[in-house]
């Protein structure tokens, strides 16, 4: 038995800049670059890159998502890889490794990765993310759990994984459950199994349906509101206060009332983990009970990024309103 075969996505993002003259990074290195500054890498692995994009990943769309999503489809196939890694920038790593999640159909493992300190940092964490990154997606014990998100030697399924700090490289954390795993010795250790996400169609690209997402706020009036109708969106996601609620002035607004008779409403909390509630508060037109009667749709365990990716893709896929529905009500642990 040779060694895994294991692929190397590259998308951009720190993992892949180095520094100009006056100290600051841009994307620029390809998958092969990658490997070269790993080359332990053949120890552990059988390895072949491919460069798939090399953006700043505050400019990674749905569409880059999906394409990348195609795109490994394709690697795996073609090199007949045992696992796959996708790099890029941790800005919008969450989202891309929930899009991943989300479309993924085989129990190939992928591993989406970064850096915080690109390669002319001292103490650069990319190589030592890529070759745990590696080493999980060569694991046995990856398989068939759908796309994992590993950084400073921690396994976290891309469902629970967010970006919670800005700038240490312990920047990735699970909230609501905390990691699945980590890396002893560099060998990925993986105690706790979650149950795999629910796939969903994968829409055409390019995706047209776009999703706005509003957070909410003390003296939130609703004035943003019919900017969301005026817009044409096909869905609103919004981040309510903890468990759920939004100011009456908010629940009550007129352009409120046309979203919801027009297009899905989802509820995220903007709390940092937990799920909206279900039913402990009433009386009060913001309150979860009210919100669920007139038909408002829990995110469930989703934050609002995530929440808003899933609903672009629902969308996107022509998903009747009673899929959407019932699509989001798999993303809560809550009877
Ligand atoms: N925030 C940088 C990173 O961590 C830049 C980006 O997301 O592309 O990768």
């Given amino acids: 038995m040779g060694l895994p075969r294991?692929?190397?996505?590259?998308?951009?993002?720190?993992?892949?800049?180095?520094?100009?003259?006056?100290?600051?990074?841009?994307?620029r290195l390809g998958a092969a670059d990658l490997l070269d500054a790993a080359p332990w890498l053949?120890?552990?692995?059988?390895?072949?890159?491919?460069?798939?994009?090399?953006?700043a990943s505050p400019d990674i769309t749905v569409d880059d998502a999906l394409r990348l999503c195609a795109e490994l489809v394709d690697f795996v196939r073609d090199e007949r890889l045992d696992g796959v890694v996708v790099t890029?920038?941790?800005?919008?790593?969450?989202?891309?490794?929930?899009?991943?999640?989300?479309?993924?159909d085989a129990d190939?493992?992928?591993?989406?990765?970064?850096?915080?300190?690109?390669?002319?940092?001292?103490?650069?964490?990319g190589p030592a993310n890529l070759t745990a990154a590696?080493?999980?997606?060569?694991?046995?014990?990856?398989?068939?759990?759908?796309?994992?998100?590993?950084?400073?030697?921690?396994?976290?399924?891309?469902?629970?994984?967010?970006?919670?700090?800005?700038g240490n490289v312990a920047a990735f954390v699970s909230p609501t459950i905390g990691p699945v795993g980590y890396l002893?010795?560099?060998?990925?250790?993986?105690?706790?199994?979650?149950?795999?996400?629910?796939?969903?169609?994968?829409?055409?690209?390019?995706?047209?349906?776009?999703?706005?997402?509003?957070t909410t706020f003390m003296g939130d009036d609703g004035a943003l509101l019919p900017a969301v109708v005026a817009g044409g969106f096909a869905g609103l996601v919004v981040g309510g206060f903890g468990g759920g609620h939004l100011p009456a002035a908010v629940a009550?607004?007129?352009?409120?009332?046309?979203?919801?008779?027009?297009?899905?409403?989802?509820l995220a909390s903007r709390a940092n983990s937990g799920e909206p509630l279900r039913a402990t508060y009433s009386g009060f037109a913001g309150s979860e009970t009210e919100l669920a009667r007139r038909g408002v749709i829990s995110a469930g365990s989703l934050d609002a990024p995530k929440a808003r990716v899933l609903l672009t893709l629902l969308t996107a896929a022509g998903q009747s309103p009673d899929g959407v529905r019932a699509t989001f009500r798999r993303f809560s642990a809550l009877p």
């Fill in 108 to 125: 190939v493992p992928v591993v989406v990765t970064g850096a915080i300190r690109n390669a002319s940092k001292p103490g650069a964490d």
């Fill in 42 to 55: 053949r120890d552990i692995s059988d390895p072949q890159a491919r460069t798939v994009m090399t953006k």
């Fill in 134 to 166: 590696v080493a999980t997606a060569a694991s046995p014990a990856a398989r068939g759990l759908g796309a994992l998100l590993v950084m400073n030697d921690q396994i976290h399924a891309a469902r629970y994984a967010r970006k919670g700090n800005s």
């Fill in 6 to 27: 294991i692929g190397i996505a590259a998308c951009g993002g720190t993992i892949a800049a180095t520094a100009s003259g006056d100290g600051t990074a841009t994307p």
């Fill in 252 to 266: 009550e607004h007129p352009a409120f009332e046309e979203l919801l008779a027009t297009v899905p409403v989802v």
């Fill in 184 to 214: 002893a010795e560099g060998v990925p250790v993986i105690p706790m199994r979650v149950s795999r996400t629910p796939r969903v169609e994968t829409p055409a690209v390019p995706v047209t349906a776009r999703v706005a997402l509003l």
């Fill in 88 to 104: 890029s920038g941790t800005d919008t790593l969450e989202e891309v490794a929930f899009t991943l999640d989300l479309l993924w």
